[in-house]
């Protein structure tokens, strides 16, 4: 019985699968990784003070754009400060401070259940057109009186914006006010995707401008597949641009750096093609058109002066 070895098209096919099988796994784990910080929860002051307030805030949306940043926030007593023993209720008038220009203060009433409130703060710095590095900065602090009087305030931070992706990068108290200062980036699966589609934009781009190039240089004439193919692409990768995370605005570095470029080669290829081929099919009608003699013409004309010759 022979011996079965495994040849070189074998060995090809188990490199591949083996490829294949690692780029899964790093996927896999890359997911896991992002999952397991975007669910971790950054807590600051004492949530076990007899009389103080918890205040529960997650990341909604980031808008870059508006340059806003919304958190949903829940104020709930703790202690004494609750209604016989209601965490939802307060047994006194509240009063939460907060760090949004735009909306200052949350004013909860005693013996009324309380609710989640949006709150939306300002953004500093960075710019949306430097999609996807642009970057943010802001401040989110509490402080909390209860009756009128000031009480400790402990404040949790979660994110649930899948485009973004907040970093502490200091935690304060000070005169009982609690707060977060934190940068806001693009998530990690943003800034690949972001990437993956510059890659493909230039690659596609570049394919058009050799598919291009051969044409023209062979004078092929009008190949009318590979011209449908090169405007198919040019419509094509306005709609894979508009499907970017984020929804970056026109004008952004994404489009300065592949987008743009992309769209002015394959459009430029497709115009040359064109003229190209209609010229080489012109030149090609010209060349096998018959030719037209002009003996029958000439005789004609002799025999009709003979004859005339012989009538006079």
């Known amino acids: 019985m022979a011996r079965f070895r495994p040849g070189k098209y074998f060995l090809r096919h188990l490199i591949s699968l083996l490829v294949i099988l690692l780029a899964a796994v790093v996927g896999v784990l890359l997911y896991f990784n992002e999952r397991d910080v975007r669910q971790q929860e950054h807590t600051l002051g004492d949530r076990r003070a007899t009389n103080g307030v918890y205040v529960d805030t997650s990341v ?98 979660r994110d649930v914006d899948a485009f973004f992706k907040p970093t502490i990068v200091s935690r304060s108290q000070d005169h009982g006010f609690v707060s977060f200062e934190i940068r806001v980036g693009r998530s990690r699966a943003t800034f690949i995707w972001a990437w993956f589609m510059m890659f493909i934009m230039w690659g596609l781009a570049l394919a058009v401008l050799g598919a291009g190039w051969v044409i023209i240089d062979q004078r092929r004439g009008l190949v009318w597949p590979a011209m ?44 040359a093609v064109a003229v190209t081929g209609i010229i080489s ?22 025999a009709g002066d003979a004859g005339d010759g012989g009538g006079h």
């Open 60 to 157: 909604q949306k980031v808008d870059p754009v508006a340059r806003e940043l919304t958190l949903r926030v829940l104020v709930l007593p703790q202690g004494t400060l609750r209604e016989q023993g209601d965490p939802y209720t307060p047994a006194v008038d509240l009063r939460v401070e907060t760090s949004s220009l735009i909306r200052g203060s949350l004013d909860f009433k005693a013996g009324r259940q309380v609710s989640y409130q949006d709150v939306k703060v300002s953004l500093d710095g960075g710019s949306v057109s430097d999609y996807p590095f642009d970057r943010y900065s802001t401040s989110i602090g509490f402080a909390a009186e209860a009756a009128g009087k000031e009480v400790p305030v402990a404040v949790s931070l």
């Open 228 to 271: 449908a193919w090169m405007a198919a692409t040019l419509f094509a990768l306005a709609g894979f641009r508009n499907a970017a995370p984020g929804s970056p605005p026109v004008g952004c570095l994404l489009d300065y750096a592949a987008f743009l470029w992309a769209e002015a080669i394959i459009s430029a290829c497709l115009v």
């Open 281 to 302: 099919e012109t030149h090609r009608r010209t060349d096998e058109a018959p030719e037209v003699h002009p003996d029958h013409h000439t005789d004609s004309h002799g």
